[in-house]
């Protein structure tokens, strides 16, 4: 026993809706979700960093306070954008997703414990006044760890997903939940291609401060464009090693899909190389300009773009993992068109009045001072 | 069934319950609490009242401290929580209903960024602007009540979606309308409610006696519509199973009995702060905190018990048992099961048949796999306490095990398995507590009446003197008393007949006027 294959039946109610429908939603949702994720992991990594390592000048001390008070508001996108696509991902893949949680039950539990407990620990950082007492420090520190196991449980999950054939042994050994992924061979690298992609994401949070603060103070905001590429720039040049050992510990025939297997797959990891290295190059070519602002915008553009052949990417590897367990073609599509029309008129009311809000906060005049 | 069960030791339901509850309570003053935000805004700019504002804008901190950290991450925590505990529910709920949870998700995103700016925009924004983002806040949030009501109503009354499977037929279910006006009064409430927390910290009496009289205001007037709305709920839901929570299930009805003990104290409680609105005490705030809590906690346990023995009512058991069998099934109703076997049709059993060297690792897997969503050995509901205290033969174990639904208003779904399987299950559960010597000889010539009373009778009727239908048996005779077991259904229309032989039907009948002696 323990060596069997055994993935649960699809369930019995039709999909409301067109296959493809989901897939681009699930992609889409994905991808907003991990860029905010992004942001506020390595934004808060970075933080931590400077705190611990930076040296003690007036800016260093600055970009700390500047970063934390974002990280709360960053947490609360994360988690609100990340609920369409586990929505979605329930919806087509969901008997591989509840099985592989059901097997590491207790780590995929205490993700909710650590995002709260990492939650209040960025609130009491960002409100604290003064920002300079050690304490503060370590409960960032603490803060971004629990976040950064909230991450690894997620690795491990996701390739444990993927991987029917070793659910059995793993759940018959132990039904009690407390089980992770640790064997697979893909888990390390995996995680840390997530891990150093959120540092060079993150960094863009300095930027973007250093974009915002240019007409009010130029030196600092110079100054947080130029921290920010650096970040960029190590942390991609490291991705290029983390991604090598990523593709080469994949299984040889999902490795083969990114090389001629797959054109979409093919296609997508060579413009993704090629992003990465035009990134690296307008970026180190920038930061060294008086005026780095718009090299640094180029750069996270191209980035931008990278990030969505990575994340159609992530998509062909999953949907290689399991061709040999999962066919779209069984799903019984049965379309609930009136509520999918509703959803859509929604949506679309819920961006206008969502960019309203954000309009009417940062754009209108402050008029507190004269109320 | 067709998913691994997550074996909590100490209870997957306890679980549950504790992520479910406090994110209720707290999700429903997010809910209220939002509407409070935006008229005690207007209130203090009205009156000019500007330590009023002061306290606003503190609370307002709590406020979304509570809502959107612990609020939105227990709400994801029971999505996650669920979907451990019982994954073929939550696909079906996440199936049937996958663009009612993408709208409200729309919702969830406006909701959480509004609280947000509102917070930030304190001392940023116009009062216009900020009093605008209020409204947001508070309309996105009551709108994903409006949509999450419809799913969490339809698991207890799914109405005509069992024949149609219609998103709105199931949406707008018999109990949608009064639970949405339940909730939503409630919701008010617990504005007040919470309120007052932060409201009794206040050092400047005067306000703090003006902030604990507007509290009052949203709970005094709530608590006396709750009721009105709790008795629309009630009619709507089908007698047979209201009857759960009036007597025929007992933890039902004490979460009845205590529903109304919880709400009549916090009524009083609220009450009593008016006598003397500046001098009330932090610690009788958190006192009608706590009765909120458990009025809160009631109303969910009741829905949570009267819905047994279903996760999906009429459609799907708590164990993800199917109640009746479709195509795509998967083989996973109660009649497939029954007629083939829970070890070859369950998808993650070790033992697929039954041996005499693995009989009571099947007997545990069993138990695991059709049990465990409820039950534990010695945690929450745990069955070991029984046993000790009923001290079961084997025999006897198993005829309650084949009459299951007959128990408390049918709050258990019948066993599903085949004979043999049912024999395992008793067997592994006779070894988890000691049996009564005089038991564990049963044969036809000499069959304890106790035992055949434990097994057939004693899910719903004691040998005591407050069980009027026992003493009442005890004006009979030994032959009276056996003709009678011989026509139990026809006696009243629960009465399920007298399903064991004619030796143990003379032991029983022997056994019952002994009582009386």
Redesign the interface.
């Known amino acids: 026993m323990g060596t069997e294959i055994i993935i649960p039946a699809i369930d019995p109610m039709p999909l409301p809706a067109p296959f493809w429908l989901f897939k681009v939603l699930l992609v889409l949702t994905f991808i907003l979700h991990i860029v905010v994720m992004n942001f506020m992991f390595g934004g808060g990594l970075i933080a931590v960093w400077t705190r611990f390592f930076g040296q003690k000048n007036d800016k260093d001390q600055r970009l700390f306070k500047d970063i934390v008070p974002k990280i709360p508001s960053l947490l609360a996108a994360t988690v609100t954008l990340g609920i369409a696509p586990l929505l979605f991902v329930q919806v087509l893949y969901g008997q591989f997703l509840y099985t592989s949680s059901i097997i590491m039950a207790w780590p995929w539990f205490l993700v909710l414990v650590l995002l709260v407990l990492a939650y209040y620990g960025f609130y009491i950082v960002s409100f604290n006044k003064d920002k300079k007492s050690r304490s503060i420090g370590w409960l960032m520190l603490i803060s971004v760890f629990f976040i950064f196991l909230v991450g690894f449980f997620y690795s491990n999950n996701f390739t444990l997903m993927n991987t029917p054939s070793s659910w059995a042994a793993k759940y018959f050994h132990d039904p009690s939940g407390w089980n992770l992924n640790l064997s697979e061979t893909t888990l390390i690298p995996r995680f840390l291609h997530f891990l150093v992609a959120s540092i060079a994401i993150g960094s863009f949070l300095l930027i973007i401060i250093g974009l915002f603060r240019w007409k009010r103070e130029q030196d600092y905001a110079r100054f947080l464009i130029v921290r920010g590429g650096k970040w960029f720039m190590y942390a991609t040049m490291v991705q290029f090693l983390v991604g090598i050992w990523f593709l080469i510990s994949l299984p040889r025939e999902l490795m083969l899909q990114f090389m001629g297997g797959n054109m979409l797959g093919t296609v997508s990891l060579l413009i993704s190389i090629l992003g990465g290295l035009a990134s690296i190059f307008v970026m180190s070519n920038g930061i060294r300009n008086e005026d780095p602002r718009k090299p640094a915008i180029w750069a996270m553009g191209i980035t931008g773009i990278v990030v969505v052949f990575m994340a159609i990417m992530r998509d062909i590897l999953r949907t290689a993992y399991l061709s040999p367990y999962f066919k779209s073609s069984d799903l019984v599509v049965k379309t609930q068109l009136d509520v999918l029309i509703l959803f859509l008129v929604l949506f679309v009311i819920g961006i206008a009045v969502w960019v309203l809000m954000i309009k009417k906060y940062f754009f209108t005049p402050s008029a507190r001072a004269a109320d | 069934m067709?998913?691994?069960?997550?074996?909590?030791?100490f209870g997957a339901g306890l679980?549950i319950a504790i992520?479910a509850i406090t994110h209720v309570f707290v999700s429903h003053f997010a809910i209220g609490g939002g509407l409070f935000l935006v008229l005690t805004e207007k209130k203090a700019y009205r009156e000019d009242d500007a330590s009023l504002l002061d306290w606003l804008k503190r609370h307002t901190?709590f406020f979304v401290?509570v809502t959107?950290?612990?609020g939105?991450?227990?709400g994801?925590?029971i999505?996650?929580?669920i979907?451990?505990i019982h994954?073929?529910g939550?696909?079906?709920l996440?199936?049937?209903y996958?663009?009612?949870?993408?709208?409200e998700?729309?919702?969830?995103?406006?909701e959480?960024?509004?609280a947000?700016?509102y917070l930030?925009?304190w001392?940023?924004?116009?009062?216009k602007?900020h009093l605008?983002?209020g409204w947001?806040y508070f309309i996105a949030a009551y709108l994903s009540m409006v949509v999450i009501n419809g799913i969490l109503a339809f698991m207890l009354t799914p109405g005509k979606w069992l024949e149609t499977?219609n998103?709105?037929q199931g949406f707008f279910n018999p109990t949608y309308f009064p639970s949405l006006l339940l909730r939503t009064t409630f919701a008010f409430a617990l504005a007040g409610v919470y309120a007052l927390i932060t409201g009794t910290l206040q050092k400047d009496l005067e306000l703090k006696g003006k902030i604990v009289k507007w509290s009052v205001k949203w709970i005094i007037p709530a608590f006396i519509i709750i009721p009105i709305f709790a008795w629309w709920y009630i009619g709507n839901i089908p007698d047979v199973v209201w009857e759960s929570a009036r007597g025929k299930m007992p933890t039902a009805t004490q979460y009845a009995n205590s529903i109304l003990i919880f709400s009549a104290l916090t009524f009083l409680f609220s009450l009593l702060t008016l006598i003397k609105p500046k001098k009330v005490p932090f610690a009788l705030s958190v006192l009608i905190f706590l009765l909120a809590f458990g009025t809160m906690g009631s109303f969910e346990f009741i829905r949570e018990a009267i819905r047994k023995p279903y996760i999906i009512y009429d459609y799907m058991y708590a164990n993800s048992i199917y109640k009746d069998q479709?195509?795509?099934?998967?083989g996973?109703s109660i009649q497939n099961i029954q007629q083939k076997g829970l070890l070859p049709v369950a998808?993650?059993a070790?033992s697929k048949e039954i041996t005499s060297e693995n009989q009571m690792a099947a007997g545990m897997e069993i138990f695991?796999i059709q049990c465990q969503s409820c039950h534990t050995i010695d945690g929450y509901r745990g069955i070991r306490k029984v046993l000790v205290e009923k001290k079961w033969s084997q025999t006897a174990i198993s005829r309650r095990i084949s009459s299951l639904e007959n128990m408390f208003n049918a709050v258990m779904p019948p066993f599903a398995g085949t004979d043999e399987e049912r024999e395992t299950l008793a067997a592994y559960l006779t070894t988890l507590a000691p049996v009564a010597p005089e038991d564990v000889e049963v044969t036809d010539i000499d069959i304890s009446g106790e035992v055949v009373f434990e097994a057939n009778c004693a899910d719903c009727h004691e040998y005591a003197a407050s069980d009027t239908m026992f003493v009442s048996m005890g004006k009979y005779d030994f032959s009276e008393v056996s003709y009678l077991i011989t026509r139990l259904d026809s006696l009243s229309e629960e009465m399920p007949p007298f399903e064991g032989s004619d030796a143990e039907r003379e032991a029983l009948a022997r056994w019952i006027p002994v009582q009386f002696k």
Do not use: C
């Open positions: 067709n998913y691994p069960v997550w074996d909590v030791a679980l992520v901190k401290l959107v950290v612990f939105a991450i227990s994801v925590g999505w996650f929580t979907g451990l994954p073929s939550t696909s079906a996440i199936h049937a996958v663009w009612g949870w993408a709208i998700w729309i919702f969830f995103f406006l959480i960024t509004a947000l700016l930030y925009g001392n940023k924004l116009d009062r602007t605008w983002l947001i499977q998103f709105w479709f195509p795509g099934d998967g996973m998808k993650w070790e695991r």
